[in-house]
């Protein structure tokens, strides 16, 4: 075979693979497609040189036909961002299950896996937890029940009205209660993650946070 002819092989199988590829995304898929990519590339590089071509490219579309779901990359991580909160809230339920009964012991475990997971989620995937609190994925302050629609946020106004119920917290620091948790365990947890504090001082977090709330033992 001449060298013409096996580069011309290699095109045509190319192109015929191409085919295939954008074929399979005609009944819809595609949408999920770009942001599961987008996802495999930001755990590994990160989200700060990712672009909507890059996405695409490594599918094997057109930018053209992406930009029919994502008009441009801040687009395609805001969405992806989404999805990771909805990852996240999906990884504490599985492990708040675990926790059964409506005991006090079992209500303040509750409580701690909240943190726990959160913490565990963001050391496991740090470049995902770095893109969701990133300027992609801010609040819309037209918006005012984003964050309270957010299943992460629910599961932690769940848990501290069942400390308030079950009489382990003081019903004046309940107002405060969701931004005080929340400030503190995100706070360690970026601390830990970028690597200005040790991950064995996380615990310790979490017994602050309890005394903070007035928890009773």
């Not at 989620?121 to 740090?126: D, N, S, T």
Request: proline share 2%; with cysteine.
């Amino acid at each position: 075979m001449c060298l013409f002819e096996h580069c011309q092989d290699w095109v045509d199988n190319r192109l015929m693979t191409t085919a295939k590829v954008r074929a399979s995304y005609h009944h819809g898929d595609l949408e999920t497609a770009l942001i599961s990519t987008a996802r495999k590339l930001i755990k590994k590089h990160g989200a700060e040189h990712i672009s909507l071509r890059q996405v695409s490219q490594e599918i094997g579309v057109s930018p053209s036909a992406a930009y029919h779901y994502f008009p441009d990359r801040d687009s395609l991580l805001a969405a992806l961002g989404i999805s990771l909160f909805e990852e996240l809230a999906d990884y504490q339920e599985v492990e708040l299950a675990k926790v059964t009964g409506s005991s006090t012991k079992a209500i303040r475990e509750r409580f701690r896996t909240l943190g726990r997971t959160y913490f565990e989620w963001a050391e496991r995937e740090p470049n995902l937890f770095n893109l969701m609190f990133s300027g992609w994925c801010l609040v819309d302050s037209t918006k005012k029940n984003e964050r309270e629609d957010s299943r992460a946020f629910n599961n932690l106004t769940k848990s501290l009205d069942d400390l308030l119920s079950a009489g382990l917290i003081d019903r004046s620091m309940r107002p405060y209660a969701e931004l005080l948790a929340w400030s503190a365990v995100h706070g360690a947890t970026s601390l830990i993650v970028s690597g200005h504090l040790e991950s064995e001082n996380f615990e310790l977090i979490l017994d602050g946070i309890e005394l903070s709330l007035g928890i009773k033992r």
